[in-house]
C-alpha cells in the first residue's frame, strides 16, 4: 500500500479559518493595493523593469541566473553560547559608515539581492559586513538553525560587527526573512543605538500570509519545494550527531515549507506550532512601535509576498517604496542600481543627524 504523503499543517489546521483567512487575502488584493510612496527624492515608479521580463515570477528566477560574484573576506566567528557562524565582509575607508547586511532564506553572501547591495556600498568606500545565519554558508553545530523571528541573533550580530568594525556611522539591511528578523532586533527601545538607519526588502511582514502564500499553488510549485529540498538535506545532516532532532520519518515526507516549521522550525526553536511560529515573527506589529528610520522596499509584484499582506500604517520612523515592479529581490531594469542607489538616498539623510 502506497503511503499517504505527510502534510501536518494541513492536519492540524482550521478549516474555516484557512478559508477565511484565504478569502480575506484575495479581497484586499482586488480592493486595497498600497500605494507607493517617495522615498529619498525618488518615485517609486520611476523604476522599470526590461520588457522580457513580463512578471514577477520572470524577475524573480532571472535573477538566479546572474553569475557575477563579489571579493569577499570570509572567517568563521564563534557564538556565545559555543556556535559558530560564518562571516563574509569587505574593509573600506575607515571614515565612511559600515553596513552589515542580513540574508534570505537559504541565503547567503552571494545571493543575488546582498551581492547588489554590496556591490554599490562596496563602490562608495563603505565598510560591508554579511554575518550569515546558523547553518547558512556553514554548517553550525547546535541542532538549532535559524528563524525569521531571531530578533536576539540579529542584535548579537550587530553588535559583534559594530565592535569589530569600528566606523563613524553602522547601518543595516535584510533581505526577505533577514528583513523580517532586522525589525524584530530594532523593535524595542534600547535598540535605536545598534545602528543609524535601517532596511529592508521583499521582507515578509506578514508571515502567515506568505506562508500560505508560499505553501500553495504555483509559489509552491516554483519556490516552496526547492526551498523544502534545501532545509530537509541541513536537518539530515544535523540528524547524523543529533538523532531525536526531530521525528525524522515526518520530515522525509513532509511536502511544504509549512510541514517543516511544524515539524523543525517551531519545537527546535521555542515555538508551539508552525501558526504560532508565524504568528510571533511577522514584523507588521513592530513597525507601529518602531524608533530607529526605517525603509521598507517591496515590489507590488512580489510572488512570494503578497502585496496585500503589506501593512499601510506605521510609525512615523519608517518609510513605505513600493514600485510596482521588482520581482522578490530582484529589482532588474532602469535606472541602474535602482534599489542599492534608493537606500543609499535613504541612509544618506542620517550620516550627519
Not at 563602490?123 to 559586513?129: F, I, P, R
Not at 545565519?133 to 553588535?159: I, K, Q, T
Not at 520530515?251 to 511544504?256: E, G, K, Q, S
Not at 529589482?331 to 543627524?353: I, R, V
Amino acid at each position: 500500500m502506497k503511503k499517504q504523503p505527510f502534510c501536518v499543517v494541513r492536519q492540524c489546521e482550521e478549516p474555516l479559518f484557512s478559508l477565511l483567512y484565504r478569502a480575506r487575502v484575495k479581497y484586499t488584493m482586488m480592493t486595497q493595493v498600497p500605494s507607493g510612496s517617495n522615498v529619498a527624492g525618488m518615485q517609486t515608479d520611476s523604476f522599470r523593469r526590461p520588457w522580457w521580463l513580463f512578471s514577477g515570477h520572470m524577475e524573480t528566477i532571472a535573477s538566479l541566473y546572474e553569475r557575477n560574484q563579489e571579493s569577499f573576506e570570509n572567517r568563521v566567528i564563534p557564538t556565545p553560547e559555543g556556535d559558530e557562524i560564518l562571516l563574509s565582509y569587505v574593509m573600506g575607508d575607515e571614515k565612511m559608515p559600515l553596513l552589515t547586511l542580513f540574508h534570505g532564506l537559504e541565503g547567503c553572501a552571494q545571493s543575488h539581492t546582498i551581492r547588489l547591495l554590496a556591490s554599490y556600498f562596496i563602490a562608495q568606500g563603505w565598510t560591508v559586513a554579511v554575518p550569515h545565519f546558523r547553518s547558512c554558508g556553514h554548517m553550525n553545530r547546535l541542532p538549532r538553525a535559524y528563524h525569521a523571528a531571531d530578533g536576539a541573533e540579529v542584535r548579537w550580530m550587530l553588535n559583534w560587527c559594530r565592535a569589530a568594525f569600528v566606523r563613524p556611522y553602522t547601518f543595516a539591511a535584510g533581505v526577505s526573512l533577514g528583513g523580517n528578523a532586522l525589525i524584530r532586533c530594532l523593535d524595542s527601545t534600547d535598540e535605536t543605538e545598534s545602528c543609524c538607519a535601517a532596511a529592508t526588502v521583499s521582507a515578509p511582514l506578514d508571515l502567515t500570509a506568505a506562508a500560505y502564500h508560499l505553501n500553495s499553488g504555483f509559489p509552491h510549485l516554483l519556490y516552496g519545494r526547492h526551498f523544502l529540498k534545501l532545509l530537509r538535506a541541513k536537518v539530515l545532516v544535523k540528524a547524523a550527531r543529533y538523532p531525536s532532532i526531530c521525528d525524522l520519518k515526518k520530515l522525509r515526507r513532509a511536502r511544504t515549507i509549512g510541514d517543516f516549521d511544524e515539524l523543525y522550525t517551531a519545537p527546535v526553536h521555542g515555538f508551539s506550532s508552525a501558526q504560532a511560529y508565524w504568528r510571533r515573527a511577522s514584523a507588521y506589529t513592530a513597525l507601529l512601535r518602531m524608533k530607529t528610520p526605517l525603509l521598507c522596499i517591496n515590489a507590488q509584484n512580489d510572488p512570494m509576498v503578497p502585496v496585500a499582506s503589506l501593512p499601510v500604517k506605521a510609525s512615523s520612523a519608517v518609510s513605505f517604496c513600493r514600485p510596482r515592479h521588482g520581482g522578490h529581490g530582484a529589482f532588474f531594469g532602469k535606472p541602474a542600481n535602482w534599489l542599492a542607489a534608493t537606500m543609499g538616498d535613504f541612509f544618506n539623510q542620517y550620516m550627519n543627524s
